[in-house]
């Protein structure tokens, strides 16, 4: 492990510490795992702190709902096995606080792949990487050859961010107008990843959030709802 996954671990670990304490309910929305394929019995020993950790957070009273990514869809099946754990295919759409006199307020969270206008590419190879057959034959090529071939295509899809950074900041505020159009069918909060831009826009008493991501030391945030309302946090 390198010393900047070191670093990430020891900050998530720690982040995992105060929602232990704090209690709830935690949503991940996708991309949690750089690559995550499921083989029967089989999780890949440099991921096996973080599942461990994970499993201790739900051991901890806290439920967890996660939101497949584009890297790691294929981790429904440990969740799916696991209680307290569920598991999401594209979108989580609830109400949080029913009880309030106004009658609570409206969540719509995703991971926000296949979204962008342009991305017709992507759209054609999520339905492959979702196509069962597909699934069955990346199965046999067994756990080793199978996350050799994940790291690649990640590797190659990992981009320098100084030169990526205003299209990620174009992507960013075309995914601003797409979350506009959940906020006008009724939904109060929308919040999504995948980007690697954060953003936070709020008006009147509606939010939309781009979580960023973990790889950008400034771009580390998180969402926390609680009484005091939607904030974003800092990592
Ligand atoms: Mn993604």
């Given at each position: 492990m390198d010393a900047k996954e070191e670093e990430r671990r020891r900050t998530l670990f720690q982040l995992f510490d105060s929602i232990e304490q704090r209690g709830g309910t935690l949503f991940i929305l996708g991309d949690f795992f750089d690559f995550w394929f499921e083989y029967p019995g089989y999780i890949h020993p440099a991921l096996k702190e973080v599942v461990t950790r994970l499993l201790q957070v739900r051991d901890r009273g806290v439920e967890i709902h996660y939101i497949g990514g584009?890297?790691?869809?294929?981790?429904r099946d440990l969740i799916l096995r696991e209680e307290a754990m569920y598991f999401y295919p594209d979108h989580i759409a609830f109400t949080a606080g029913e009880d309030a006199a106004d009658g609570g307020i409206r969540f719509y969270l995703c991971h926000g792949d296949g979204l962008l206008k342009n991305d017709h590419g992507y759209r054609l190879m999520k339905k492959v990487l979702r196509n069962p057959l597909a699934i069955f034959g990346f199965r046999l090529l067994g756990p080793s050859w199978g996350y050799r071939l994940g790291e690649k295509a990640n590797n190659r899809s990992r981009h320098n961010y100084t030169v990526m950074l205003p299209y990620l900041q174009r992507d960013a505020d075309e995914m601003m107008v797409w979350q506009a159009g959940r906020l006008s069918e009724g939904y109060d909060i929308c919040i999504m990843g995948h980007i690697h831009y954060p953003e936070l826009r709020q008006e009147a008493s509606k939010s939309r959030l781009l979580l960023g991501d973990?790889?950008?030391?400034?771009h580390r945030y998180y969402a926390l709802w609680d009484s005091d309302g939607i904030q974003r946090i800092q990592i």
């Open positions: 584009n890297h790691d869809f294929w981790v973990w790889v950008v030391p400034n």
